[in-house]
Nanobody, 127 residues
Framework: QVQLVESGGGSVQAGGSLRLSCVAS????????MGWFRQAPGKERDIVSV????????YYADSVKGRFTISRLNAKNTVYLQMNSLKPEDTAVYYC????????????????????WGQGTQVTVSS
């Protein structure tokens, strides 16, 4: 099973930026679809963004489209989430996840498709 370790969370003011990183162990990273999810207190874990194995295809939730950018560097077993123009409603614990099922389209993927999860990193955006 892939081990995932996130970093880069923190506290920022609205309008600020953060870059999350997720380093994966194992030799299968380059053949694994990766995703970022977030969970705010009292709410369900929601998908934020997904990136295909090669990095060519990406998906974003409507709430972050145009503000967040997902990318990956397979040579370093790392996936990133660049978050710009942060809003207080972006406050949540952010999780990196590795897909364990295949989907016809990354746009249709959901939490059950991801079998490996990181421990999460807190992002707090103040107004």
């Amino acid at each position: 099973q892939v081990q995932l370790v996130e970093s880069g969370g923190g506290s920022v003011q609205a309008g600020g930026s953060l870059r999350l990183s997720c380093v994966a162990s194992g030799r299968t990273f380059s053949t694994t679809t990766m995703g970022w999810f977030r969970q705010a207190p009292g709410k369900e874990r929601d998908i934020v963004s997904v990136i295909s194995q090669s990095g060519i295809s990406t998906y974003y939730a409507d709430s972050v489209k145009g503000r967040f950018t997902i990318s990956r560097l397979n040579a370093k077993n790392t996936v990133y989430l660049q978050m710009n123009s942060l809003k207080p409603e972006d406050t949540a614990v952010y999780y990196c996840a590795a897909a364990t099922t295949r989907a016809k389209s990354i746009a249709t993927m959901a939490a059950p498709d991801f079998g490996s999860w990181g421990q999460g990193t807190q992002v707090t955006v103040s107004s």
